[in-house]
């Protein structure tokens, strides 16, 4: 009997294990599939650095301009240390805050933000540096002639 339950506890362990290792990965696709399609990547055009140090600095980014790679694992201990300065994670999440608008299957608050997460980890680990700022700095530019059209139809 003492085998059995041994055996037992043993066994329970190696799947609560499983479990914890694999929850991260299994969260990020699941975020992931609520999303239609994924960015194009490689495009990238030339910003300035004035253009991306602008950028950066709009996104309260800290340090040089960089970028690391992120997986759900750095992710999640990023949440859970309130750490939310890698390099690159905001810019990161200003893409993909921007790409999941309009693009998320199911819009509820929970979705939003697991889809958001997702795909900042995929931002961070399919495309690079030079593309993130194009991005960003499109969509900069997009939100600043808005707000310039909407001042001059309120004059």
């Known amino acids: 009997m003492f085998k059995l339950t041994k055996r037992y506890c043993i066994s329970v362990l190696?799947?609560?294990?499983?479990?914890?290792?694999?929850s991260p990965w299994l969260v990020y696709e699941a975020g992931l599939s609520n999303i239609n399609g994924r960015p194009s990547i490689g495009n990238a055009n030339f910003v300035s650095r004035e253009d991306a140090t602008e950028i950066w600095i709009e996104l309260k980014e800290t340090g040089p301009i960089r970028m690391e790679i992120m997986t759900p694992y750095s992710y999640l201990f990023s949440l859970i240390l309130d750490e939310h300065n890698s390099p690159g994670s905001r810019l990161a999440w200003y893409v993909a805050r921007d790409y999941n608008a309009d693009r998320l299957k199911d819009k509820r608050m929970i979705w939003w933000h697991l889809s958001g997460?997702?795909?900042?980890?995929?931002?961070?680990?399919?495309?690079?540096l030079e593309d993130l700022l194009t991005k960003a700095n499109k969509i900069h530019l997009s939100r600043a002639r808005a707000v310039s059209a909407q001042s001059k139809r309120t004059d």
Do not use: F, G, K
């Open 14 to 22: 190696v799947v609560i294990l499983l479990i914890a290792l694999l």
């Open 117 to 128: 997460a997702a795909m900042t980890v995929w931002l961070t680990r399919n495309s690079n």
